[in-house]
């Protein structure tokens, strides 16, 4: 029988508490100056925060991005993350700091270009390495573009290439998120195509750092996903998740294959245990699920229910509305497209994989990359009821599926596989 009652009401019945991955985004910072933080409250662990909201904390003014509680700014700022770092309060050490990272980061991008060949095109005055921006495109990180009388450069690949309006550079509400704001200078010129350029030193950077390379297919193919869920239902597709991870390139897409492979296999059997092996779509109880908490959505709409839906069962009206803004994606007032939309399942399970904490001290994709071991997911993801000894049985019934995963892609463990 499948484990309804453990599994989806252990998140149901707590406050997640959102505080994602430990990236660092000094390079890409869009602070250019000190900020006034005249009037801004400090920071308290105990108080709850929504989408908007500024706060004061170690001397810098953050705005968090969604709902949150108890998430140490200085630890959960980045682009993925719930705090935006806005600058150091009457200080202009951040702008120096991040000027200085960001040009010393140009600089090692394009060491893999001839150098001649960048002051050749500098001086002869070639075409802007910022082209304009066009929605849907596929951008990588370090793409420069130009968009309604500015400038931008891409930060977050998944959100530059999503074509929502939301990530829109200069014009969407969510575009700081995904873009950041460079002057006319740091476009510079080229002689030859910016696009291709840009890409290739996003790549060449991105491969001599270990980071994002290939993608999904590359790790999973799709002859051996249905080896891993022969008996799925129909609308956990293949094509949809290969579409979420293109959302999130760092999902299975860092470090090298084994550690890629190791993160699909990780990932997939959370899900698997959560689903009955991708068997089940919606939560079998149902429910509404509206904590009667303001989020930056509302409270709840009205007559939609937030219950248990796709590969991570994603619950309750403050979790639709913060996935939903990560995604563009109103999620809020349409919470049925999880249960609709394939790709959209998946991206909802690998935005709770990439991004939140839950019960545990890292993301589930930090766990992985930091080589702390399958048992920190499982934490993650329910660790307030079956770790510690909560429940052995759904512990041992994740690491089986894992185990099983890791003979199907060709990989290993690497740190303590249960929690």
Known sequence: MFRINNDFFSRQKKIAVFATGLFSVMTFSPLVNAVDCTGVSNWSASAVYTGGQEVVHTNSKYQARWWNQNANPSDNSGPWQVWNNLGVCGSSTSSSSSSSSSSSSSSSSSSSSSSSSSSSSSSNGGSSNCAAYSPGATYAVGDKVTNAGGNYECTVAGWCSSGSAAYEPGVGWAYQYAWTDISAAQCGSSSGS??????????????????????????????????????????????????????????????????????????????????????????????????????????????????????????????????????????????????QDPAVAWKTALWYWMTQNGPGTMPAHQCIVGNNGFGCTIRSINGALECNGGNPSQVQSRINSFNNFKAILGTTSVGADSC
Not at 249 to 255: D, K, V
Not at 307 to 332: E, F, M, T, V
Request: overall charge negative; charged content about 10%.
């Open 194 to 339: 910016s696009s291709s350029s840009s890409s290739s030193s996003s790549s060449s950077s991105s491969s001599s750092s270990g980071g994002t390379t290939g993608g999904f297919s590359d790790v999973v193919s799709s002859a051996q996903f249905d080896q891993m869920f022969p008996n799925r239902n129909p609308f956990y597709t293949y094509q949809g998740l290969v579409e979420a991870a293109a959302f999130y390139p760092e999902f299975a897409g860092t470090g090298d294959i084994a550690m890629r492979r190791r993160e699909a296999a990780a990932a997939m059997a959370n899900f698997a245990h959560e689903t009955g092996n991708l068997v089940y779509i919606n939560e079998i109880a149902g429910g509404t699920y509206c904590s009667g908490t303001s989020t930056p959505c509302g409270v709840c709409a009205s007559g939609k229910q937030y219950h248990g839906r796709g590969p991570i069962q994603l619950s309750w009206n403050y979790n639709y509305c913060s996935a939903g803004q990560a995604l563009g994606i109103d999620l809020w007032g349409n919470p049925d497209l999880v249960a």
